[in-house]
């Protein structure tokens, strides 16, 4: 099957760095996407990794790695708006399937 | 601003109600989405349109009914819906139905069904 796992919390604290790991169980996609929805509001999009490696945008980057088909998300200096969840989703067949998501609490 | 709007943000209706979600997008991008977003569950991919015809349908109850009368608006009829149908429901838009990777989403429809 495809599913995509993420630990439901994390708990941070403000101006330190934090990761947000995905594991899936899933083949043959061609890449994984990671989205920030805050609380009431719209999924936005935050980074993409079509290949392996690290992207960098600002103070967030993200990873993937297909041999272990794991991805991750990384949050630096965190800042009290960075409370929300995240979602990583991968493409497959033209279709977009998402991990359940990850809420952040960031404490003062 | 992410230049996708929905209306109406929040929506009660009974079971045996009509309503109709609607969604416009105003980036030019020729592929639009609905999703349904329950609380503790994964957003859930309901239909793909791309230029205005439906090319992706996730077996989605009958009473569900989409409509893409052109490439920037498309909507979301709601007929005889059950208590479980209560959720956040999401329109997106990408440039092309392929460009899955960056999806552009509305901020939703909150539905509550009694």
């Known amino acids: 099957g495809q599913s995509l796992e993420q630990p439901s919390e994390v708990t941070a604290v403000e101006g330190a760095i934090v990761q947000i790991n995905c594991t899936y169980q899933?083949?043959?996609?061609?890449?994984l996407s990671w989205y920030q929805q805050h609380d009431g509001g719209a999924p936005t999009f935050l980074s993409y990794?079509?290949?392996?490696g690290l992207e960098e945008t600002g103070r967030f980057s993200s990873f993937l790695s297909r041999s272990d088909s794991y991805g991750y998300l990384l949050l630096q200096e965190l800042q009290m708006k960075d409370s929300a969840s995240y979602f990583c989703?991968?493409?497959?067949?033209?279709?977009?399937?998402f991990g359940k998501g990850t809420r952040l609490h960031i404490l003062p | 601003e992410t230049g996708v709007t929905q209306t109406p943000r929040h929506l009660v209706m009974g079971m045996t109600n009509k309503k109709s979600l609607k969604c416009e997008q105003h980036?030019?991008?020729?592929?639009m989405y609905w999703y349904k977003q329950s609380a503790k569950k994964p957003l859930e991919l309901m239909f793909v349109?791309?230029?205005?015809?439906?090319?992706e349908n996730n077996s989605v109850p009958s009473r569900f009914s989409p409509e893409c009368p052109n490439s920037s608006h498309l909507f979301l009829h709601l007929h005889t819906l059950q208590p479980e149908d209560s959720a956040l429901y999401l329109c997106?838009?990408?440039?092309?139905?392929?460009?899955?990777?960056?999806?552009?989403f509305g901020p939703g429809t909150r539905l509550t069904v009694l």
């Open positions: 990794n079509a290949l392996d």
């Open positions: 989703a991968v493409n497959r067949d033209d279709k977009i399937i």
């Open positions: 899933t083949s043959g996609f061609y890449g």
């Open positions: 997106a838009s990408s440039q092309d139905p392929r460009d899955t990777d960056t999806q552009y």
């Open positions: 980036l030019g991008h020729n592929a």
């Open positions: 349109y791309s230029l205005e015809e439906r090319v």
